[in-house]
């Protein structure tokens, strides 16, 4: 027989899988939590008992898929020596990463609304940032890149790479003319991956030494 610890512990990840897989579906306002709780099969009270709010499961469900993220960024860099080629790894295990819809739901667009900007910020930093940050540091150490302040570059990029990974998970849509003659939006998802770390990759090349 499971101990107390050992239920409260099945209950709160119970409720942390059903509020993933109705925040991703539904958006943060489109979620009731006495409706997660019921689809868990416990009561709403318990519900408030591990998270005190909707907005704190939220919380934790964003943590936590930022935490898969970033588990997917470093699995990828730890796949290759050389650091240069860990970056890129890395880069593209988050984009491929947060171009799922329900990554790119949670994390990336109700996450910074619902939380607010320095808080989601904070959880960014402390997870996949992070390890872009590292990675910066260990190439301007080994002069694989130029020598520069790595926080900036580091909010640069993070940036830029949100900002793809949003517009990989978006549906697929007309094709610009110079998109068309390149990797059109009604590609496949790898192939807009693909031309994504392509354009990526010429926004690295200028950051090494001539």
């Not at 619902?114 to 080994?142: C, F, K, P, Y």
């Not at 890149?145 to 940036?159: A, D, K, M, W, Y």
């Not at 939006?185 to 693909?194: H, P, Q, Y």
Request: glycine residues 8%; contains cysteine.
């Amino acid at each position: 027989m499971a101990s107390r610890a050992e239920q409260r512990a099945e209950t709160r990840r119970a409720l942390l899988l059903e509020g993933r897989r109705q925040f991703a579906r539904d958006g943060y306002h489109g979620v009731v939590l006495e409706e997660i709780a019921r689809a868990t099969g416990v009561t709403k009270g318990a519900a408030y008992h591990h998270f005190g709010s909707k907005a704190g499961l939220f919380r934790a469900v964003v943590a936590e898929a930022q935490q898969e993220v970033a588990g997917r960024v470093a699995g990828a860099a730890e796949g290759h020596d050389d650091p240069w080629e860990q970056l890129l790894a890395g880069c593209r295990a988050f984009l491929a990463a947060g171009s799922d819809p329900e990554i790119q739901r949670i994390t990336l667009v109700d996450g910074p609304t619902v939380l607010g900007w320095n808080e989601w910020r904070a959880m960014d930093e402390a997870s996949s940032a992070r390890h872009l940050s590292e990675a910066l540091e260990a190439l301007i150490a080994t002069g694989a890149i130029v020598p520069q302040p790595v926080e900036p570059l580091t909010r640069l990029l993070s940036g830029a790479m949100n900002e793809a990974a949003v517009w990989l998970a978006r549906p697929s849509a007309t094709a610009t003319a110079t998109a068309a003659a390149t990797a059109p939006d009604d590609a496949s998802g790898e192939t807009r991956l693909d031309a994504t770390m392509a354009a990526l990759r010429l926004l690295l090349d200028g950051l090494r030494p001539r």
